[in-house]
T-cell receptor
Framework: DQQVKQNSPSLSVQEGRISILNCDYT??????FLWYKKYPAEGPTFLIS?????DKNEDGRFTVFLNKSAKHLSLHIVPSQPGDSAVYFC???????????FGGGTRLMVKP | GAVVSQHPSWVICKSGTSVKIECRSL??????MFWYRQFPKQSLMLMAT?????????EQGVEKDKFLINHASLTLSTLTVTSAHPEDSSFYIC???????????FGQGTRLTVV
C-alpha cells in the first residue's frame, strides 16, 4: 500500500517554461512534506519542504503547494533549466519527524 | 547543510559473502540514522531506523538477521549485508540527523552488486 504516490514517472519540459511535479498521499496523519532531487548513483538532495499548517512555500525558483483537503502537493520550478533534469521524489513524515515515506519519483527532463 | 558520508560508493561481492557499508556524519553528532534501499527505477524504501546505543528498529519485511545495523557512536552507523545474494543487489542510502525531529541529511549512497 503506497502511502505517497507520484503518478507521473516522467515529465519533459522546454527550458524556460514551468515544470509542475505532482504528488498525492493517502495518510492524513502526514504533517510535513519534502521534495528531493536525485541523480543516478547519488543520495537525494533536499530542495524544499512544507508544513501542513501552510499551503505554500517558496524558495527561489522552487515553490511547493499543499492542498490538504485533496491530499495533494505539487512542486513548481520556474523557469526550468537543463540542470534541473533529474529524478524528483516527494516525501512525507509524521510529527515533522525525519522518518520519511517516499513517492516513486518523477524523472524531469528539461530540454534546451 | 551537514555532511553525511557513505563508504564504499560501490562494491561488488560474491554470493554468500558479507558486505559492510559505513555511514558517517562528518560535522555533527547523529543520534538517529536511517537506512534506505532503492531498486532500479523504484522509490527509496526505509529499511530501518537506528538510534545511537540501542537496537535498530526494522521495517516490516526487512530481515534483521540479514541486514545487521550497528550504531555504536554518534557519528557512525554500519549496515552489514550478511550472506549476500544477487537479489540483495541494490542502492543503499543512509541519512543522519541530530534527533528524530530535525532535518535528516543523506549520504551519497552505496551501489551493491552481488555476483
Amino acid at each position: 500500500d503506497q502511502q505517497v504516490k507520484q503518478n507521473s514517472p516522467s515529465l519533459s519540459v522546454q527550458e524556460g517554461r514551468i515544470s509542475i511535479l505532482n504528488c498525492d498521499y493517502t495518510n492524513s496523519m502526514f504533517d510535513y512534506f519534502l521534495w528531493y532531487k536525485k541523480y543516478p548513483a547519488e543520495g537525494p538532495t533536499f530542495l524544499i519542504s512544507i508544513s501542513s499548517i501552510k499551503d505554500k512555500n517558496e524558495d527561489g525558483r522552487f515553490t511547493v503547494f499543499l492542498n490538504k483537503s485533496a491530499k495533494h502537493l505539487s512542486l513548481h520550478i520556474v523557469p526550468s533549466q537543463p540542470g534541473d533534469s533529474a529524478v524528483y521524489f516527494c516525501a512525507a513524515s509524521f510529527n515533522a519527524g525525519n522518518m520519511l515515506t517516499f513517492g516513486g519519483g518523477t524523472r524531469l527532463m528539461v530540454k534546451p | 547543510g551537514a555532511v553525511v558520508s557513505q563508504h564504499p560508493s560501490w562494491v561488488i561481492c560474491k554470493s554468500g559473502t558479507s558486505v559492510k557499508i559505513e555511514c558517517r556524519s562528518l560535522d555533527f553528532q547523529a543520534t538517529t540514522m536511517f537506512w534506505y534501499r532503492q531498486f532500479p527505477k523504484q522509490s527509496l524504501m526505509l529499511m530501518a531506523t537506528s538510534n545511537e546505543g540501542s537496537k535498530a528498529t526494522y521495517e516490516q519485511g526487512v530481515e534483521k538477521d540479514k541486514f545487521l545495523i550497528n550504531h555504536a557512536s554518534l557519528t557512525l552507523s554500519t549496515l552489514t549485508v550478511t550472506s549476500a545474494h544477487p537479489e540483495d543487489s541494490s542502492f543503499y542510502i543512509c541519512s543522519a540527523s541530530r534527533d528524530m525531529n530535525t532535518e535528516a541529511f543523506f549520504g551519497q549512497g552505496t551501489r551493491l552488486t552481488v555476483v
